[in-house]
C-alpha cells in the first residue's frame, strides 16, 4: 500500500478518536448487543469495527454503518469469526491483511459498498479467505474485471452475489478457477454478451440468476447442472438450447419473463423442466395454423452472431424442432401477457403432468385445445382477458380436477351455465367483467346466466363488473363460499333471500361501487372482511356494527361525521378501518378523538382521513393537523372581524362629523384657532 505519510498518520488519528469514543461510550442503541455468539451492530452509527467484543464471537452484523475502511486489525482479534455482514457502508478499501486471522470465516457479506474504489487491495484481503463459501459483493459498481479479481483466488465458494454492479461482457476467465460454485447472482448489471465458455469448469452450477441485463440471446444453451435458471428482464429474442441429443440437462425451472421472444424457446432434449415461465414476451404461434401443421410460407429466420457468422434456419424446421423437445415433465407453463391468438395442435397435449395453464392477456378467439388436448392432471386454468366473446364453438368443458378458473374480462354473454357442477374440486373461480346473470333456482332454460347452487367445493366466487341486476332467492344454497366479490355492479338488488345460503359460510362480502341499499349484515355470522367502499352511504349501516369484523372498508362515500353512538361499537367490534376519500367535517370531529383515545380500531389509511372546514379555504385539511381551536373560536374570531371591519367605517364618520360642524359653523374654526394662537409668542 503506497500512502502519503501524513496522510496515513491522519487516517490513524481519526480512526484512534472514533475507536476510543466507541469504546468509553457502549452504544445506547439496545438492539445494539452479544447474545451468546452473535455480535448484533447493524445500524449502530458505528465508524470502525468495535474492538472490545468477546473474542469467541462467531458471528458480526455490522450493516448499515459508517464504517469507511477495515484496518489490517480490524478483526484480528477475533479469530473464530465464521460470518460476517458489513454491508450498507461507506467501505472504500480493505487493508489487504485485514482477514490473515480470520481463516475459519465461510460467510462474508459487503454489498452495498464503494468496494471499487481500491479493488486490487481489495482483492487482496479477500484471497486470504481460503474457506470462504458464501461472498456478497453486490452494489459495489464492480466491472468484470474487478470481479474477476476479487473471486480468482477463492476456489471454494459455493454462494457469489455480483447483483447491481456494472458487468457488461463474461468470457472464461471470469469465474474459471470456481469449481464449488452452485449458486451465482448476476441480476441487474448491464451483461450483453456471455462467452461460450463463461462459465465452463462450474460443474456443480445450479441456480443461476441473470435477470435485469440486456443480453439479446441466448443460443446453444449447454449448462447441463443448472437447475434454476433466470433470464426475466433482458431483451431475449431467441433461446436455443444445444442440439445434443446425448446431454441430459437438470433444468427445472427457466425464467424467461419479460423479454422479446418472438418463438417458443428451443428446451433442451432431454431434462426435468417444470417451470416454464414466458410472461411478457411477443410469443404467437404465427407459423403454425390451428391443426398444427406449418403453413407453406415459412420464413428463413437469420441469426447473426457477434462474432460475424450468420446462419439461416426456416421457422418450420424451429417449430418441429419443438416439438420434438420433452416438455412431458412440465407442471406450469405462464404465457400470459403474449400475442397467441391459438394453440397448435398437439402442442399442450405433451405437456402430460401439467398442473397450471396460464394463458391470461392474451387475444385467444378459440378453445378448441379444450378438452380433448388438456391433461386431466390441470388444475389451475387462466383464460382472462382474452377475445372469447367471439367465441365461435360453444364453450368446451372444463378439466376434471380443476381448482382455479379465472375467465375475467372476456365480455362472455353465453355460457354452459352447468359447467361448474360436474367440477368436484373446483375452488376459485373468477367470472368478472362478463356479461352473465345468476340463474334463479327454477330457471333451467336460460344460457346467459351460470346456475351456482350445490358446488359442493366452491369458496372464492368473484362476479365483479358483471351488470348483475338482482341476485335471485337462494341463488347460492349449497355452495360453501367463503369469498364473494359483487363490486361493481351498479344498483344491484340484493333481498333478503339471496344470500341467505350464505349466512353461515361466508368471510368476506365486496360490495364496492354497487349502490346496495337494505342489506341485512348480521345474517352473516362469520363475516370478518367487508368492503362497502364507493357507495355515497351518508352513515354507516347500523346492521354492520352488530357484527365483529376484522376489516372494514368505508373510503370513498359520503360521510361527514360518524354518530357517536356508533363510533362506540365500532371501536368495540371492527378491529380495522379505512376511512379515506369521505368529506368529513372538520368542526364536528369528536368520533375521530373518540377513536384516537380508544386506540383499539386500527386506521388502516390514516394519512388519507381528510376534513373540509367552510372557512378555511385549505382544500381538504389532514383530520391530524386540524386545529380544533379554528371551530371554538370561531365566534370570537368573528367579533374581532365586525369591530375590525367596523371600526375604520367609525373613524370615517366621526371626522366627516367634525369636519362638517367645523365647516358648518365657519366662525368656530379661528376662534379655535385664535385660542390656540393667543397666547404670546416672544420675539
Ligand atoms: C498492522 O499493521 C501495523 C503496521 O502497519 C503492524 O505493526 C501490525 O502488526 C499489523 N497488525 C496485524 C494484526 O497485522
Ligand atoms: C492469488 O494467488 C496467487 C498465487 O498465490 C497470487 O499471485 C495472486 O496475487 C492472488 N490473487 C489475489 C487477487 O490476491
Ligand atoms: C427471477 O428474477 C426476478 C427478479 O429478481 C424475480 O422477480 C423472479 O421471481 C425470478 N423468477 C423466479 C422463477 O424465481
Ligand atoms: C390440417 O392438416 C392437414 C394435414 O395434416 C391439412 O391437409 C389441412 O388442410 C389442415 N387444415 C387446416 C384447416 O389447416
Ligand atoms: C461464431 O459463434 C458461433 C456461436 O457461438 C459459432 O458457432 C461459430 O463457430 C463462431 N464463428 C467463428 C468464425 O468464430
Ligand atoms: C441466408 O439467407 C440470405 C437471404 O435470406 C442469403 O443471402 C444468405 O446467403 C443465406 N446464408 C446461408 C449461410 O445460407
Ligand atoms: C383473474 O385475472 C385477472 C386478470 O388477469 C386478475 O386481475 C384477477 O386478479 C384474477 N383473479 C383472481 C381471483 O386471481
Ligand atoms: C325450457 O325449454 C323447454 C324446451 O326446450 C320448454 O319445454 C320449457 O317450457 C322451458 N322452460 C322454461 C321454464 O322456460
Ligand atoms: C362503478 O361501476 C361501474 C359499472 O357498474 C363502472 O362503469 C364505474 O367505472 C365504476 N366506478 C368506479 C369508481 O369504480
Ligand atoms: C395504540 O396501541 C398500540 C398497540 O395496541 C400502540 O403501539 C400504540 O402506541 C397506541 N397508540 C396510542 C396513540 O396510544
Not at 173 to 195: C, D, M, Q
Request: glycine content about 4%; some cysteine; hydrophobic content about 40%.
Amino acid at each position: 500500500m503506497q500512502l502519503w505519510p501524513g496522510a496515513f498518520s491522519v487516517l490513524l488519528i481519526v480512526v484512534n478518536y472514533t475507536w476510543t469514543r466507541v469504546s468509553a461510550t457502549p452504544p445506547i442503541n439496545p438492539k445494539c448487543k452479544v447474545v451468546q455468539k452473535t455480535a448484533q451492530y447493524s445500524g449502530c452509527e458505528l465508524r470502525s469495527v468495535p474492538s472490545e467484543l468477546p473474542e469467541e464471537t462467531e458471528e458480526l452484523f455490522l450493516n448499515n454503518n459508517r464504517i469507511e475502511f477495515l484496518i489490517n486489525s480490524s478483526f484480528a482479534p477475533y479469530s473464530y469469526l465464521k460470518k460476517l455482514s458489513c454491508s450498507g457502508n461507506r467501505m472504500t478499501s480493505l487493508h489487504s491483511n485485514v482477514f490473515s486471522k480470520n481463516s475459519q470465516l465461510h460467510t462474508l457479506n459487503l454489498g452495498n459498498n464503494l468496494l471499487y474504489t481500491h479493488y486490487k487491495q481489495t482483492a487482496q484481503a479477500l484471497s486470504a479467505l481460503t474457506s470462504l463459501r458464501n461472498l456478497d459483493v453486490s452494489g459495489n459498481v464492480l466491472t468484470e474485471d474487478m470481479a474477476a479479481l476479487f473471486v480468482q483466488n477463492l476456489t471454494n465458494l459455493e454462494i457469489l452475489s455480483l447483483s447491481h454492479n456494472i458487468l457488461m461482457r463474461l468470457d472464461e476467465s471470469v469465474f474459471s478457477r470456481l469449481h464449488s460454485l452452485r449458486e451465482l447472482n448476476l441480476e441487474r448489471n448491464l451483461l450483453y454478451e456471455i462467452e461460450e465458455d463463461a462459465f465452463h469448469g462450474l460443474a456443480n452450477l445450479q441456480v443461476l440468476n441473470i435477470a435485469f441485463n440486456q443480453l439479446p440471446c441466448i443460443v446453444d444453451f449447454h449448462l447441463t447442472s443448472v437447475v434454476h435458471l433466470n433470464l426475466s428482464h433482458n431483451a431475449i429474442e431467441w433461446f436455443l438450447s444445444s442440439q445434443n441429443q446425448e446431454e441430459a440437462f437438470q433444468l427445472e425451472t427457466l425464467d424467461l419473463s419479460v423479454n422479446r421472444l418472438l418463438f417458443f424457446p428451443l428446451l433442451p432434449h432431454h431434462s426435468h423442466i417444470k417451470n416454464l415461465l414466458l410472461s411478457g414476451n411477443q410469443l404467437a404461434f404465427r407459423e403454425t395454423t390451428e391443426n398444427g401443421s406449418s403453413s407453406k410460407s415459412s420464413s428463413m429466420l437469420q441469426f447473426v452472431f457477434l462474432n460475424g457468422t450468420v446462419i439461416n434456419i426456416s421457422s418450420t424446421y424451429l417449430w418441429e424442432e419443438t416439438l420434438q423437445r420433452d416438455i412431458s415433465s412440465l407442471n406450469v407453463l405462464d404465457m400470459t401477457y403474449n400475442c397467441l391468438t391459438h394453440l397448435p395442435k398437439g402442442f399442450i397435449k405433451k405437456m402430460t403432468a401439467l398442473t397450471g395453464l396460464l394463458l391470461g392477456h392474451n387475444t385467444l378467439e378459440s378453445l378448441d385445445f379444450i378438452p380433448s388436448e388438456i391433461p386431466v392432471s390441470l388444475q389451475d386454468l387462466d383464460l382472462s382477458d382474452n377475445d372469447l366473446s367471439n367465441l365461435k364453438q360453444s364453450f368446451p368443458d372444463l378439466p376434471p380436477h380443476l381448482q382455479v378458473f379465472n375467465l375475467s374480462l372476456n365480455g362472455l354473454q353465453h355460457f354452459p351455465r352447468q359447467i361448474f357442477s360436474g367440477l368436484s374440486k373446483i375452488k376459485l373461480v373468477d367470472l368478472s367483467f362478463n356479461h352473465l346473470g345468476i340463474c334463479s333456482f327454477n330457471d333451467k332454460n336460460s344460457t346467459n346466466c351460470v346456475a351456482w347452487n350445490d358446488i359442493n367445493s366452491l369458496q372464492f366466487l368473484y362476479l365483479r363488473g358483471c351488470d348483475l341486476k338482482e341476485i335471485p332467492t337462494n341463488a347460492f344454497s349449497g355452495s360453501p363460499i367463503a369469498h364473494l366479490e359483487l363490486s361493481d355492479n351498479q344498483g344491484i338488488l340484493l333481498p333478503k333471500s339471496s344470500l341467505q345460503g350464505l349466512s353461515q359460510t361466508l368471510v368476506y362480502l365486496g360490495l364496492r361501487n354497487t349502490s346496495f341499499t337494505d342489506v341485512d349484515f348480521s345474517v352473516f355470522q362469520k363475516l370478518k372482511f367487508l368492503d362497502i367502499s364507493v357507495n355515497c352511504l351518508t352513515q354507516i349501516p347500523n346492521s354492520v356494527l352488530r357484527i365483529h369484523l376484522s376489516q372494514l372498508n368505508l373510503r370513498d362515500n359520503k360521510l361527514t361525521a360518524i354518530d357517536l353512538t356508533q363510533t362506540k361499537v365500532l371501536s368495540r367490534k371492527v378491529n380495522a378501518v379505512l376511512l379515506g376519500g369521505n368529506p368529513f367535517n372538520c368542526c364536528s370531529l369528536d368520533w375521530w378523538h373518540f377513536l384516537q383515545r380508544q386506540n383499539s380500531t386500527c386506521i388502516l389509511d390514516r394519512t388519507d382521513v381528510k376534513c373540509i372546514h367552510s372557512t378555511l379555504n385549505q382544500g381538504d385539511i389532514h383530520v391530524d393537523l386540524f386545529l380544533s381551536s379554528h371551530c371554538n373560536k370561531r365566534d370570537g374570531e368573528s367579533i374581532w372581524l365586525y369591530v375590525l371591519l367596523f371600526l375604520p367605517i367609525c373613524l370615517t364618520f366621526v371626522c366627516a362629523g367634525v369636519v362638517f360642524i367645523l365647516s358648518f359653523n365657519p366662525r368656530l374654526l379661528p376662534r379655535f384657532i385664535k385660542r390656540r394662537c393667543r397666547s404670546s409668542v416672544p420675539y
